[in-house]
């Protein structure tokens, strides 16, 4: 499903990713993992067109990505929920959740906001609340539900645990639990590393902008090394 | 007595709200103050003359002038304003890049029309006066205050029930956001600033009808004035423009009327300074101005 080859991008003279090499296979959840500064937004915007690549490429669907505009990869079905949610706070829930079908530009989609509502209950409570008004956790499911709403082939999330409670947390990652067993592809960056290991099929670290490592979640949990080394106090939490 | 000129000042103000409006709703997109606003303004009334002049009915001057001060709105956009928002924080820039724009505006309008003051020609709208009530009512002023109130509704229609509506309201939330959900912000901001650009378009026709006087420099003092109201009404909130619009054009008349005509504007921008000491963002402005608030 998706492909990356060699992709180098650089911010201001300073590199950010050197020559990062990455699959996602259809239905598959593959998670990317990384202290902080490591790259992992600049990836996954660099996929969603937000920042440009200097070289390299990334094809999804076998579709040259590289150098198309963000609205035109979001319009593709390559939809990601971005860090901090981001939600459109002066709007509705149900007003997020519409505009989310932008994304779709005539592709089908079986998916609507009832479905929206099925997998995170709490938005249709909170329908025509303001989405600003929603606490850290309801953002986040919105965010997810937005995205959703444009039926993605590829769905990048970022930091999807960032800033919640360890209640909201799990709640949010049931939704993503759900999401794979229905064959969602999935791109997920998470510091929470043992969270992020427990659900993907596949990982990868990386480092000062270089892939260090990857291999089947499993493993990589299981290797003492790995635990130690790159995810730190997180793979104790 | 005093109701015949609440009756005017209502009128007048239809026509700031209609300059209002459009100059806030892209302070309120793009944090930009466009000051070249007014010489969109100008640009319609002129179109609209020359329109008038040429033969054309008045209904098709107003088409015109609604088109094209629109589609030069939308250069300004980006001309100005475009690579300034790539690069940033770039406010005052804006400010000198829009100033810049509305001089060469003014000095296309002074050549075209020879630095001369034009005026429609006598009839263009019928002298029809109706009295109800004690009150006298033109049929210019009827059609001022139907046109303001529905060119308002359909704007309002178009930003808060349609879907291309919503997305200039997710882009004024969230530039990023938007363009993740598949909104292209470019297309986006040139379609808002057609619509500020045909508000004041329209509302540089219906001053230019009834004071009958269309000059190059005639859109100078309605910046101030558009200034003035997009503050009282709150920097961004559209509805705070139009409550600010009404209330300005209803001060401004009375105070024509009852005060020695030198004291006009300073009776109102003490007004206002004395509503903003009380309320400083605004009649309807928040922290963070307005119902379409600045990007975070």
Redesign the interface.
């Known amino acids: 499903m998706l492909d990356i080859a060699d992709l180098e991008v650089r911010y201001d003279g300073i590199v950010a990713l050197r020559g990062v090499s990455l699959t996602v296979g259809a239905g598959e959840v593959v998670a990317l993992i990384g202290p902080n500064g490591a790259g992992k937004s600049t990836l996954i915007n660099t996929i969603?067109g937000?920042v440009s690549a200097a070289s390299g490429t990334i094809h999804v669907g076998g579709e040259d990505f590289t150098h198309l505009?963000?609205?035109t990869i979001?319009?593709k079905g390559v939809?990601?929920v971005?860090e901090g949610r981001?939600?459109?706070?002066?709007?509705t829930v149900l007003?997020n959740l519409?505009?989310?079908a932008?994304?779709?530009?005539g592709r089908p989609s079986d998916l609507d906001v009832k479905d929206v509502f099925e997998l995170f209950p709490i938005l249709q409570e909170r329908s025509t609340q303001l989405a600003g008004s929603l606490s850290g956790g309801q953002q986040q499911m919105l965010a997810i539900g937005?995205?959703l709403m444009?039926a993605p082939k590829l769905l990048l999330l970022d930091e999807p645990s960032l800033g919640l409670a360890p209640v909201v947390i799990s709640q949010v990652f049931a939704a993503l639990r759900t999401l794979k067993e229905k064959g969602m592809t999935i791109l997920l960056i998470e510091q929470n590393a043992t969270l992020a290991l427990d659900l993907s099929n596949r990982a990868y670290i990386l480092d000062q902008g270089r892939i260090v490592l990857s291999g089947n979640s499993a493993d990589l949990a299981a290797d003492e090394g790995v635990v130690a080394h790159y995810l730190g106090v997180d793979a104790e939490v | 007595m005093l109701l015949q000129q609440l009756l005017n000042g209502l009128v007048v103000g239809g026509v700031y709200a209609l300059f209002a409006v459009g100059f806030n709703l892209i302070f309120g997109i793009q944090r930009f103050l466009n000051l070249a606003h007014g010489a969109v303004f100008m640009t319609g009334a002129f179109v609209a003359y020359y329109t008038v002049e040429a033969g054309g009915p008045l209904i098709l001057g107003f088409l015109a002038a609604i088109i094209i001060s629109g589609l030069l709105s939308v250069l300004i956009e980006i001309v100005c304003f475009r690579r300034l928002r790539k690069s940033g924080d770039a406010e005052f820039g804006a400010i000198l890049s829009s100033m810049g724009a509305s001089l060469v505006i003014m000095t296309v309008w002074q050549w075209i029309s020879k630095t001369q003051v034009v005026r429609f020609p006598f009839d263009t709208v019928p002298v029809v006066i109706f009295r109800f009530w004690g009150l006298r009512v033109s049929l210019l002023q009827v059609i001022m205050m139907v046109a303001a109130v529905v060119i308002v509704m359909i704007m309002a229609w178009f930003l808060y029930r349609t879907?291309f509506g919503?997305?200039v309201?997710?882009v004024?939330?969230?530039e990023?956001?938007?363009?993740?959900?598949?909104?292209?912000?470019n297309r986006t901001y040139s379609l808002t600033y057609f619509i500020s650009g045909a508000l004041a378009g329209a509302a540089g026709v219906l001053v230019g009808l009834a004071f009958n006087n269309i000059n190059y420099m005639m859109g100078e003092p309605y910046l101030l004035f558009g200034f003035a109201i997009i503050i009282l009404g709150g920097l961004g909130s559209i509805p705070g423009a139009l409550l600010a619009s009404l209330i300005f054009g209803m001060g401004q008349t009375l105070a024509i009327a009852y005060l020695p005509s030198g004291l006009t504007t300073a009776f109102i921008f003490s007004a206002m300074f004395l509503i903003l000491l009380v309320k400083p963002t605004g009649l309807m402005g928040r922290e963070e101005a307005g119902?379409l608030?600045g990007r975070r």
């Open positions: 969603s937000l505009r963000p609205w979001s319009a939809l990601q971005p981001q939600v459109f706070s002066d709007m007003e519409q505009l989310g932008t994304a779709l530009r937005r995205a444009g | 879907s919503r997305q309201r997710a004024t939330d969230n990023k956001a938007a363009t993740l959900v598949g909104v292209n912000p119902i608030r």
